[in-house]
């Protein structure tokens, strides 16, 4: 059974800095993984995805300030947040594509059949 478990969420001011942590534990295939966020009221959202090629996609409210990898060898995704904004507040989360799905978008949330069980990031100003 496939399992993904976040950490490194916590509170910051605006302008700081965390790192996200997913490891992902199991054995299974993988396609595309990445992480999404969902504030409370909104719909979770795509912020950062990495495919089996290494190509990265990002959302326009985070590029330039998000940075996503991966430790193979630690089978460990990550997420690099930078400048952070009050408005990146959220529970974060990762995804995997277990099963690949072609033609859905990177940053789409039916792209992905496994998810973690979320770290909040606060953002205070």
């Known amino acids: 059974q496939v399992q993904l478990a976040e950490s490194g969420g916590g509170s910051v001011q605006a302008g700081g800095s965390l790192t996200l942590s997913c490891v992902v534990s199991g054995r299974s295939s993988t396609y595309s993984e990445a992480w999404f966020r969902q504030a409370p009221g909104k719909e979770r959202e795509g912020v950062a995805a990495?495919?089996?090629?290494?190509?990265?996609t990002y959302a326009d409210s985070v590029q330039g300030r998000f940075t996503i990898s991966k430790d193979r060898a630690e089978r460990t995704l990550y997420l690099h947040m930078n400048n952070l904004k009050t408005e990146d507040t959220a529970m974060y989360y990762c995804a995997r594509e277990r099963i690949q799905r072609r033609g859905v978008g990177a940053l789409s949330v039916i792209k992905y059949t496994d998810w973690g069980q979320g770290t909040q990031v606060t953002v205070s100003s």
């Open positions: 990495l495919d089996a090629h290494g190509t990265t």
